[in-house]
């Protein structure tokens, strides 16, 4: 059979042929449909089906356009709506701790924990002997002093933030020393150098793009370098 690309006049055929949206909300193929979901929402699918037909009839037949087949479309995109974002997947790709899908596991017990929280309402930011606001953070961050011997600490949810943070507090307005080989760009448009600009903080490249030594960071180090910044990728 000659399809719709071959002929603009057949093309032109195939929309006319599709059905109009009150006929088709009144159909018995997709008043189902409706009583499973509600009316708004399955016009909405509607209108965007057919926008696609419309937009595709130069390669579809007529029968791709009736109103069984339109319903049968409609139906596929409220499934896919249907599904929540936010689910559980296999990791195959390779990577150990993906960016794209979650990184590492929560441990059961953290799993746990956050689902007796979760229910309920929480200490966050008040201090339960005086009834004062306090800071959010201080829970983590008395942790992680004691843990790790720092001065402070604060948890963000992505590198770029912990980055821009770290740069913005202890190096505004001077030199950072980075590799050349870490001025790297890592998951949504995350760049080292443009991250660095947006903190303050004065880039100072120093080695290659393959090789950068102790003596190069040495000869970098002066009386206006705030930090030597590590980029594991």
């Known amino acids: 059979m000659t399809r719709s690309a071959d002929n603009p006049e057949r093309a032109a055929a195939v929309r006319r042929a599709i059905p109009k949206v009150d006929r088709l909300l009144g159909s018995e193929e997709i008043q189902p449909l409706i009583a499973a979901h509600s009316r708004a929402e399955v016009l909405r699918e509607l209108r965007r089906v057919l926008d696609d037909l419309r937009r595709d009839a130069h390669r579809l037949d007529a029968s791709e356009v009736e109103i069984a087949a339109v319903a049968r479309r409609v ?23 993906h960016t794209g ?8 017990e953290a799993v746990s924990a956050l689902a007796d929280l979760a229910g309920h309402s ?24 004691e843990l790790t011997g720092c001065e402070d600490a604060t948890v963000v949810n992505n590198n770029a933030a912990a980055t821009l943070l ?3 507090a202890t190096a505004r307005g001077r030199g950072v020393v980075l590799s050349r080989g870490e001025l790297v760009e890592i998951g949504g448009s995350f760049r080292i150098p443009e991250v660095m600009r947006e903190s303050g903080a004065i880039l100072i490249e120093v080695g290659t793009t393959n090789r950068t030594h102790l003596r190069d960071y040495a000869a970098a180090i002066g009386e206006t370098t705030g930090m030597i910044l590590k980029v594991h990728t």
């Open 75 to 97: 139906a596929e995109g409220l499934a896919r709506r249907s599904q929540p974002y936010y689910r559980r997947v296999i990791n195959a790709t390779g990577v150990v701790l």
């Open 101 to 108: 899908i979650g990184r590492a596991a929560l441990a059961p």
């Open 122 to 145: 929480q200490r966050l930011e008040i201090d339960l002997a005086t009834g004062d606001r306090g800071g959010r953070d201080e829970g983590c961050a008395a942790l992680l002093r």
């Open 166 to 168: 770290l740069l913005a």
